[in-house]
């Protein structure tokens, strides 16, 4: 077959792309390796920015998001047993929305669905080739060749994508801890999302609708979930979130899973006919609720760069993989910041050092709830950067 764009995963990125290129008359074809029910099952991250907010309902998709997103005007900042609330809109003028990606992928999807794009799942074994060239393809498992003018990489960081860039390299750093996630079938014993730095370790509280709450809990990157009944979950949490006056109402568990913590960055996103968004390209620890809000900035910049290009202006497309990783260090380091300040560092040897460490972070959280300076930078990055 012959498309336009061949874009490889069926993830956030890759959907929302075909979705830009689609209202735009591009042609596109997404392969995805997984099942439809895989990528539907898949819990993941939970908080829009509200510029990601804004590219959705642009493009007509915001429809599932307006009537099931929790619109959030803060968050909590916890530690040595006091809750600090940070008002974003009184800092910077802007709110948060907490909708699941699994939410948005299935609505995305379901357009997709509804318009009749070509989006085709457990394609095994794709392969970019001639990218350096102006006529790539990609080929598959199922022997067919998609001849195409552009490829996107959109999958993920185990993708085949980025290592198709000869001389590619990752600037990354992992973290000494995981979190561990749950889905509990109880209403939220929160309006904001709450975010607590205690001795035993961090721990956060985030929902998914006014009848599923989602919390998690550092926990050592070695271990797994079998290590967590249920009862330690709830009193782990109890103990790191509670505060005199505060019931947390535990709740059925209805998912358990662990998410390890990485830092990524890709040493560029282009390689001549290749493109990388989302994943591929950069992985953030969860801490600042910024890898999905990545995924849809970068392809909000490489949709109208892709556009330009097929009308014959190659201007934006030659800045893509500038433009959209000066973005992400931005939110590299914020990412860093909030995960270094609120995660208990037990991997530091030494016991004075290890005290140090943590009343210094005691002394970060003081300086970022009593500065409005500081209250304010969190807030700016929280709510999103410009795209
Ligand atoms: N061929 C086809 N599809 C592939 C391949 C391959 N070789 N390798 C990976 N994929 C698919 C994966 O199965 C997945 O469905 O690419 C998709 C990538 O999706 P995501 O991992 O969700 O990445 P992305 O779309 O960039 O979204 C980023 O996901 O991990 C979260 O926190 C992250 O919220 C962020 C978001
Ligand atoms: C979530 O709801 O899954 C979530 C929210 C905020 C984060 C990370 C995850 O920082």
New binding site residues.
Partial sequence: MRTQVAI????????LLGHILRRAGVGFVI????SRE??LG?V??GVLEQGSVDVLRDLGLGADLAARGLTHHGIYLQYEGERHHLDFVDLVGRTVTVYG?QAL?RHLLAEHDRLGSDVRFE????APHAIDTDAPYLT?SGGERVDCDIVVG????????RPAIPGVQALERSYPYAWLGILADVAPSTDDLIYALHPDGFAMHSMRSPEVSRLYLQVDPGESADDWPDERIWEALQTRLGIPGWTLTEGTISEKSITPMRSFVASTLEHGRLFL????GH??P?TGAK?????IADVALLGRSLVAHFAGDDALLKRYSGAALARQWKVQQFSQWMTEMLHVHREVPDEAARAFRYRSQLGQLEYTTGSRHAQAALAEQYAGLPF
């Fill in positions: 490889i995963g069926a993830g956030p990125a890759g959907l392969l995805e390796q997984k895989y990528v898949r993941r991250a990606q992928v394609v095994e074994g794709v598959h959109a999958d993920g960081y185990h993708g085949v994508s968004a989302g994943d591929a992985i953030v969860p890898g999905l809000n990545s995924a």
